[in-house]
């Protein structure tokens, strides 16, 4: 979670800087040092920024908005131990000022010294009582310290008071998922998401999911491969019911209602594109995500929709996985509509994945056409050829 320390940070920079009325460099070549450095760190050149900002300090070894930033500069490129002398002299310069006490607990969370951030976000929380900054660090610094309970209170009350926080939100979901109330915290990281769909925000959620779900899921995994789709199924029903972003248990209940006997494909679609959906707050795998759209193109391609079928065997290939199927389904498609120069390169392509899947072209009963082509003898040739070259 410390890439949330870590924006929190370099905004409060920004702001800070920005607010040249209040606390401006009085030297003109600091000004422009600040200048300059700003716009190093708008081209996200940190290295570049903080020469600037030293610069900066040198000309005006007492400006607030100087230190303050440089020492974030510091704690961006992982200058941890400058930061903390930086910010230690800012304080000796103005004892108990809350920029001084967040920065300096900030370079002592980096560090892991959390008891340390806990001692001065304390002091520095007391007197800024509506800082909600300092309030989220204290929490965060209390929760990496061990003491969960006051963690807890501390990131209750600041979801409370600041609801519309997605950062705050995050790090109770933490809090709460180290005392085991993965129910509440699955809650939180949602309400966070909702919130800002942030990529860290995902990985959170989606281990959430597992932590609460991923015991009933490997159930339902190890019953698929032992083609026990009915048992699998009667897990993966519930859960997906429980927990409509799990993405991979909806893939799951695809996977299964489209291979029982009898298949249901309706059921199986609206799983698939439920997965597809949930992808907006958790991540899936190229590999996972090529089967779903490689499945999905077939079910539709069953029902006529050929164009669509199209679109999502694209979607499939354009994940750039291992899994052949979807590139010899795009090739069967291709086939079917006799564009067979481009058949023969989807069919070549499922070949470099997967050997076998040349036995399925000299075979498949829909390929018979294909096969009578000259597209065909030169895809046995490449195959040959890359083969030989390959041993």
Not at 31 to 60: C, M, P, T
Not at 127 to 139: F, H, Q
């Amino acid at each position: 979670m410390r890439i949330y320390n870590y924006r929190t940070l370099l905004a409060l920079a920004l702001l800070f800087c920005a607010n040249l009325a209040l606390s401006a460099p009085k030297n003109d070549l600091a000004k422009k040092h600040v200048s300059f450095g700003n716009a190093a760190i708008e081209e996200a050149d940190y290295q570049r920024a903080v020469e600037h900002y030293e610069s900066a300090l040198k000309e005006d070894p007492n400006s607030k908005s100087v230190m303050y930033s440089l020492g974030v500069l510091y704690i961006q490129t992982g200058d941890i131990a400058k930061a903390q002398e930086l910010f230690m002299s800012y304080l000796e310069k103005y004892p108990m000022d809350k920029d001084g006490l967040f920065g300096l607990s900030n370079a002592y969370i980096m560090k892991g010294e959390y008891e340390k951030a806990v001692r001065l976000l304390s002091q520095a929380a007391a007197r800024e009582k509506d800082n909600e900054a300092l309030r989220r660090n204290l929490g965060y610094a209390q929760f990496q310290a061990g003491d969960l309970t006051a963690a807890k209170k501390t990131l209750t009350e600041l979801v409370t008071d600041c609801p519309s926080n997605a950062l705050n939100r995050f790090d109770l979901a933490l809090v709460l998922s180290a005392e085991n109330d993965n129910e509440n915290a699955v809650k939180q990281a949602k309400a966070g998401l909702l919130l800002y769909p942030d990529a860290e925000g995902k990985i959170l959620y989606s281990d959430l999911l597992d932590s609460v779900g991923g015991p009933l899921l490997e159930e339902a995994i190890e019953l698929f491969r032992k083609n026990e789709m009915d048992k699998a199924l009667a897990i993966l029903e519930p859960l997906c019911e429980r927990f409509p972003d799990y993405a991979k248990a909806c893939a799951y209940l695809g996977h299964a209602s489209n291979l029982k006997l009898p298949p249901d494909r309706k059921k199986a679609e609206k799983a698939y594109r439920a997965a597809l959906s949930a992808t907006r707050y958790v991540p899936l795998s190229r590999q996972d995500l090529a089967i779903i759209y490689d499945n999905l193109g077939s079910i539709v391609l069953r029902k006529g929709e050929l164009e669509e079928a199209e679109s999502y065997y694209r979607l499939g290939i354009a994940q750039e996985s291992e899994y052949a199927p979807v590139y010899f389904n795009f090739g069967l498609l291709r086939a079917h509509k006799e564009a067979f120069t481009e058949a023969s390169v989807s069919f070549m392509d499922a070949v470099r994945r997967d050997k076998s899947m040349a036995d399925y072209i000299a075979t498949h009963p829909k390929l018979a056409k294909f096969r009578t082509t000259t597209d065909y003898t030169n895809l046995l040739v490449t195959i040959k050829k890359e083969s030989n070259s390959n041993e």
